[in-house]
Each structure stands twice: as structure tokens, then as C-alpha cells.
């Protein structure tokens, strides 16, 4: 191992304790998508690192109401390449806060101190919080390599990103134009992932005839044309699906390992398309025949399918 290296994960390992309280500021300062208002937990997220990396050039960037990103570039003074760490800020809602044991905006530590608990934990505070702790580690040993290190932390990722990485990638020199990137998301532990699919997000409308459930006969179920559409585009989940013939083997190869750390059936997602109902809402009222029905569809693609097709399909 290098002397570099040496200092890298001495400096990283000096500074467990700040890792952890780090996830705690982050988790205890909510951020949920939506409705997707992260200013407050960039601003939290931003004051950390002028903290813990004083040397480091930090600018904010508003996209879009509450969409805060956060950019800070550490400079070895010296030509080189550019390092990205990139994470995002908001997380998933917390759905039914009855359902928590402990308060998902407590940030609380298990007894043993080695594990946080709280919403964005994993996806992805921690991470981010990693990030910072690698890029301080990096600050204090910048005369031992050369080049840029950039912090992107950005706040519309859960929504596909187009307020959040897209728009840095765009306009913003330090990260469109960077060499390499980390990004600290985490998902199942232990896994190293190569099944990223593609995404196509659909809203489907239907319109019907308004009349009284006694006389139904006067109308025109809008809830009952949604159901039929969204079966057949449930249907879709069937489509063949002609893969490159080494993934598919990857795939395969990788399921005694995937599937216990990432559940039963997860080799079957990777290498085939998937349909899922997000929302669905329609109709005033029970004795009304319902006159607008709508629902939010989520697809996945494999290697083999591209939006294109499935579009073209639709």
C-alpha cells in the first residue's frame, strides 16, 4: 500500500465518530420526494462541509422551488483530473408513520453505535456523509495528488433528476466536465450491482360518462376503462425479451449469491421488463358512476428492450 493510501484511511478512520453524527445532522433534517423541499438539508449538508473542509469553494444552485443543489470543489493547486463525489438529497417518503418503531427523523444510533436508523439512512445520507468524511480525508492530503476533487449533492433525484444531476451535468463546468465519479448510494449491502435498467414513466388518463350508481346504465365508467387499459399494459411484462447472451449468463451465474442478499426473484426482475401500478385515484363518490379515472405507471427495461421499442409497443 502507498504512503498515500496510508494517510487516506488513517485520516478516515480518525474520523469514524464524524461520520456518524454527520448521518444524524442529515437524517434529522428532513428532506422527503415528495414533495421534494431539500433547501433546508442542502443548507445543513452545506454549513458540514465548510465546517469539516474550510478550504473548499462552495456555490448553491436553485433549479426549482425547494430544489437546492450543492457543489463544492477542493483544489490540490495542482493540474490534474477531476473526482466527483455525487449524491442526492431527498429521500422516499415515510409512508405510514404509525408502522415506525423508532422516529424516522431521530437519527438514533444502536447501542453498539454501529448502525443509524432513520428515513435516507442508506438512500442515501449515509452515503453522502462518506462522501464528505473521503473528500475531507483528501483535503488534508492534497499535496500528495493532483488535480480536483468535487462534492455534487443534488435534490430531485427521486424524480428523475432533471432539476438535480441533469442540470449540473449541463451547467456546470466542475461536474459535466469531470473524469470520474463516485456515487455512495446504497442498496442491498455486499452487492456489487451491474443491472441498472432502463426507465419509462407513464400517466394513463381515462375520461367516461357521469350518472347516478342506480342507473348506471346512463353512464360510462371511467374506473372500469382505466382497469382495462392498465391489464393490458400490464400484459407488457411478457413481452420476449432477446438480451445480449453474455448478460444473461452474468445474470444467471450471479443468482446464488444476488438472490440471498437481494431477495428470491431478483435475477428474473434483472432480465425482464416490469410494470408497476405507482398510483391510481378516480371517481367523487361510491354511488357515482366515476367520469375521470387516472394511474402512474412505472416501467423497467432489460438489456435487450429499449424505450424506443417499448414505446413503440405502447
Not at 493510501?5 to 456518524?20: C, F, P, T
Not at 428532506?31 to 478550504?55: H, Y
Not at 444510533?109 to 462522501?131: P, W
Amino acid at each position: 500500500m502507498s504512503n498515500v493510501e496510508d494517510k487516506l484511511r488513517d485520516e478516515i478512520n480518525d474520523n469514524a465518530d464524524s461520520l456518524l453524527s454527520l448521518t444524524q445532522t442529515l437524517v434529522r433534517t428532513p428532506s422527503t420526494n415528495p414533495p421534494g423541499d431539500v433547501s433546508a438539508v442542502a443548507l445543513a449538508a452545506a454549513d458540514q462541509i465548510r465546517k469539516l473542509i474550510p478550504e473548499s469553494d462552495i456555490s448553491t444552485l436553485e433549479t426549482g422551488p425547494g430544489i437546492t443543489n450543492v457543489v463544492a470543489v477542493i483544489r490540490s493547486g495542482h493540474g490534474g483530473k477531476r473526482l466527483v463525489f455525487s449524491g442526492h438529497l431527498d429521500t422516499y417518503p415515510i409512508g405510514e408513520a404509525s408502522r415506525w418503531t423508532l422516529d424516522p427523523f431521530g437519527g438514533q444510533l444502536s447501542r453498539d453505535g454501529q448502525y443509524a436508523y432513520g428515513r435516507g439512512v442508506s438512500d442515501m445520507k449515509g452515503g453522502i456523509a462518506a462522501s464528505i468524511i473521503a473528500a475531507q480525508a483528501l483535503a488534508r492530503c492534497k499535496d500528495n495528488w493532483r488535480g480536483d476533487v468535487v462534492i455534487a449533492l443534488v435534490g430531485d433525484e427521486e424524480t428523475m433528476g432533471t432539476l438535480g444531476t441533469a442540470h449540473l451535468l449541463q451547467h456546470v463546468a466542475e461536474v459535466g466536465e469531470a473524469d470520474a465519479m463516485i456515487c455512495g448510494d446504497a442498496g442491498s449491502p455486499l452487492i456489487v450491482r451491474a443491472g441498472e435498467k432502463g426507465l419509462l414513466w407513464l400517466e394513463v388518463e381515462a375520461s367516461g360518462q357521469p350518472a347516478h350508481g342506480a342507473h348506471v346504465h346512463r353512464g360510462c365508467n371511467a374506473i372500469d376503462r382505466l382497469m382495462a387499459a392498465l391489464l393490458q399494459l400490464k400484459s407488457l411484462e411478457k413481452l420476449e425479451v432477446a438480451g445480449p447472451k453474455d448478460v444473461r449468463e452474468a445474470i444467471k451465474a450471479a443468482q446464488p449469491v444476488s438472490e440471498p442478499l437481494g431477495g428470491a426473484g431478483e435475477a428474473g426482475v434483472l432480465g425482464s421488463v416490469t410494470v408497476n401500478i405507482g398510483t391510481i385515484s378516480g371517481g367523487t363518490s361510491t354511488n357515482l358512476v366515476a367520469e375521470k379515472a387516472s394511474a402512474s405507471l412505472d416501467f423497467r427495461l432489460p438489456m435487450g428492450v429499449t424505450t424506443a421499442a417499448l414505446w413503440d409497443t405502447l
